[in-house]
């Protein structure tokens, strides 16, 4: 029995051991509106071949509600996952009272580790913005737009640029230069900038010009290629959001809600394989809330019957209030576990990447 118990410890400590990789970069990608339903509709639709999400290494609970209400927007959950502080929906990067706190990506940049933001919305929309602005109204577009150009980001990829617009007229890129940033229109554009550059990319007015889908995937891997070479042994943060399958759960749309699960899908991939290749990274993939109540109903009431077709239902044209799938791959992916509040899984991230 002894010797059981002493191989037992010794097989738990060369496990621990063997699992407790450092983490350096953190790849974080968030599905905005996505709860395990719209997991489940693409595990039901792929026929129940393994997707991307099957293969996670560990997997974890969140809770999403915020400071004043218990049903969050996009905003006060992005500040909850960016920062590690619950806050009033429509805040963004502070408290309840209106305090500032710092983002991951502040406490990365301040460690010199690189970061960047790749979305499929506009760069100042909730999600991407609780990552680098701090103000209590997220509607304050134009104040965001100079909070995005004044951040420490190193790369930004997404839509907006009516904002820049609005702000600069004509001048836009030379507004960038003087603060350090390149300014690209498509992504080939940002393939031709240099390792030395910041990046900002504006690829649409507000939503990113895509139908294709394939942006997110492509877009995840330029800014992997940029932050990676620019940050040598320091690392980096990268945050990447599927940001438009809120609004097909806002509208109730299965199909096209699919086809933005796809690409958000497509750079969980590319997340995925860069871990593989570059130990050391963690990928986080989770969402800030649930969007349209989704459920995934038998067509008929009588299940003892064979199948008689699945409907996917809409119950709300707004967020819902259930917990959220975390799904972890690679370095420290034993690292998060159990049920946690939203701000727990910001404020475990910021402690994963603290020199
Ligand atoms: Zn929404």
Redesign the pocket.
Known sequence: MRYILITIASLALSLSSAVAQDVKNIIFLIG??MGLASVSMMQLENRYAPTIFDQAENIALQKTYSANNRIT??AASGTALATGFKTNNTYLGTTADESVVESIMELAKGQGMATGVVVTTYLQHATPAAFYAHIPNRHEYLTITEQLIGSSLDVAIGGGMAYFKELYGEGIAERLATEGFKMATSLDEVKQTKDSDRVIALLGDYEVNNNAGAYLGNATQEALRILNNKSSNEGFVLMVEGSLI?GCG?GNNAEAQQVEMMGFMGAIEVAVEFAKQNPGTLVVVTGDHE?GGLSLVSCDSDFCLSEQGVEYRWTTNG?SGTMIPIYLYGAGAERINGIMENSELGATLKAIIKR
Do not use: E, L, V
Request: charged letters at 40%; glycine letters at 12%.
């Open positions: 905005d509106g927007d996009s809120d806002h969007t967020h």
